[in-house]
Antibody
Framework: EVQLVQSGAEVKKPGESLKISCKGS????????IGWVRQMPGKGLEWMGI????????RYSPSFQGQVTISADKSISTAYLQWSSLKASDTAMYYC??????????????WGQGTLVTVSS | SSELTQDPAVSVALGQTVRITCQGD??????ASWYQQKPGQAPVLVIY???NRPSGIPDRFSGSSSGNTASLTITGAQAEDEADYYC????????????FGGGTKLTVL
């Protein structure tokens, strides 16, 4: 059974750093891209970026380039999303998702349960 | 980058058919995938590719596409279908990036 299990909720202060995780199991972790999706309170889904754990090839949506860092450790089947200096506007639910594919068509077929990040002074 | 546009809200009477649409230039080149999200839950893939349903998704859900518009149709909507629905597509630049639509809140009356 494919599973993506994310780390628990975080409460941080502005300016602090943070790294959240997403552990995959039940499939070949190095063979599928893993994406990160932001959902701010009461808002829609936003495509942040994606990483291929096999070689750590990483792509960012222009809106998130330079704002976050996506990484992966294939030895422990885990992807990460990190911030060096959090802002209150980073308060959101963050989802990781596996990107499946069929030919040139991509889609997120399995999702983590989400990690709630709250940034408040 | 690309943009996908969805109607913010749609309603349907119980048992009737509803179509949720998604417009964007990238849809001329790529199919949309569709996700259902209920309050407090992670999104769930309901349609991908030309018109494919993952295992466990009822066959009342179907997808179609024409020009720059993708559609998700629910034939015989049920109360449990009340949710937010998001479309997603590859970025029109052809790289590995993607984009979500703004979402449609479906109310089943």
């Amino acid at each position: 059974e494919v599973q993506l299990v994310q780390s628990g909720a975080e409460v941080k202060k502005p300016g602090e750093s943070l790294k959240i995780s997403c552990k995959g199991s039940g499939y070949s972790f190095t063979s599928y891209w893993i994406g990160w999706v932001r959902q701010m309170p009461g808002k829609g889904l936003e495509w942040m970026g994606i990483i291929y754990p096999g070689d750590s090839d990483t792509r960012y949506s222009p809106s998130f380039q330079g704002q976050v860092t996506i990484s992966a450790d294939k030895s422990i089947s885990t992807a990460y999303l990190q911030w060096s200096s959090l802002k209150a506007s980073d308060t959101a639910m963050y989802y990781c998702a596996r990107r499946g594919y069929s030919g040139y068509e991509y889609y997120f077929d399995y999702w983590g349960q989400g990690t709630l990040v709250t940034v408040s002074s | 980058s690309s943009e996908l546009t969805q109607d913010p809200a749609v309603s349907v009477a119980l048992g009737q058919t509803v179509r949720i649409t998604c417009q964007g230039d990238s849809l001329r080149s790529y199919y949309a995938s569709w996700y259902q999200q209920k309050p407090g839950q992670a999104p769930v893939l309901v349609i991908y590719g030309k018109n494919n349903r993952p295992s466990g998704i009822p066959d009342r859900f179907s997808g179609s596409s024409s020009g720059n518009t993708a559609s998700l149709t629910i034939t015989g909507a049920q109360a449990e279908d009340e949710a937010d629905y998001y479309c997603n597509s590859r970025d029109s630049s052809g790289n590995h990036l993607g984009v979500f639509g703004g979402g449609t809140k479906l109310t089943v009356l």
